[in-house]
């Protein structure tokens, strides 16, 4: 029943036109879930989170070159703001001369860096291969055909071209929490993923109502990549723990407890009668 439908698929595909072959991306993605699901013969309801979890597997790398960069920028933080203060008082001091002051911070910054081998832009790596592959896979999810998904589902959506009721609150309810646990702020303290956490679970809210109208098989993909992302989270934080700082160096409070050799006492020399 299923290669059935993939050939009547595949026939109505080489009837188009030819410049409707070759459009836009969409039909590419859509095409290599179809042939993925032809391959492994798996059932769609099975097929969509595979592919979801092959292509996010495939992105882990982006996402470990990101936090060891993230690692040596925490380690260079001292450094900078210490450069920091240094700067502010150089201005101080000499007020007109802030091209000057700002040459040298900038100089600073990047030896520092340099010398720890941090690369602020890779922390936007994942960032820029995970949003645009998920992108791709979601609009190729959308736009499979409903005759060919339409009895893809399993549980109580066995319709995955429908909408449902249910689906959508799980997904919302599940990416409101992976955000809450992802991007937790240490508390009484402002950060960026504190703030980044706060817009994307407003976002989540205020789009919920649009979700509803989506069907069951774009949330299986949503909710497949936020299951991925919340697993990934968790090992990160067994397998790849940040090393331990080692302890800072104790200064001694004088010079004799500075050096580890006993002093000679001095003799005094008798006068002679």
């Known amino acids: 029943m299923a290669a059935a439908r993939v050939a009547l698929h595949l026939a109505r595909r080489a009837r188009r036109p ?17 042939d993925f699901q032809t391959t492994t013969g798996l059932p769609w309801y099975a097929t969509i989170p595979c592919a979801t979890f092959a292509l996010r597997s495939a992105l882990v790398p982006a996402s470990l070159i990101a936090r060891r960069h993230g690692r040596r920028i925490n380690l260079a ?24 002051t700002a040459r040298l911070l900038t100089t600073g910054i990047n030896g520092i860096l340099k010398l720890h081998g941090a690369r602020p832009s890779f922390l936007l ?3 820029a291969t995970t949003l ?16 060919m998904i339409a009895e893809g589902g399993c549980l109580w959506f066995p319709d995955l071209s429908a909408t449902d009721v ?24 402002a950060s960026i993923a504190g703030a980044a956490k706060n817009i994307g679970q407003l976002a989540l ?22 299951a991925f992302t919340a697993l ?12 331990p700082v080692p302890p800072a160096p104790v200064v001694a409070a004088s010079s004799k407890e500075a050096s580890p050799w006993p002093r000679r006492r001095k003799r005094k020399k008798r006068r002679s009668s």
């Open 205 to 226: 809210i205020a789009t919920a109502p649009v979700t509803f109208g989506l069907p069951s098989g774009f949330h299986l993909f949503w909710l497949s990549s936020t």
């Open 125 to 127: 790596l994942p960032f």
């Open 18 to 34: 030819p410049h409707q072959r070759t459009r836009t991306f969409i039909p590419d993605a859509t095409q290599l879930l179809i």
């Open 232 to 243: 990934s989270g968790e090992a990160f934080r067994l397998l790849d723990k940040p090393p």
């Open 77 to 100: 933080a001292p450094h900078l703001r210490k450069l920091q203060q240094l700067a502010a008082e150089r201005s101080k001091e000499k007020p007109d001369d802030k091209i000057g």
């Open 132 to 147: 645009p592959s998920m992108v791709y896979l979601a609009l190729g999810v959308r736009g499979l055909p409903e005759d």
């Open 166 to 189: 249910y689906l959508p609150c799980f997904c919302v309810a599940a990416a409101y929490a992976n955000l809450e646990r992802q991007l937790a702020a240490p508390p009484g303290k």
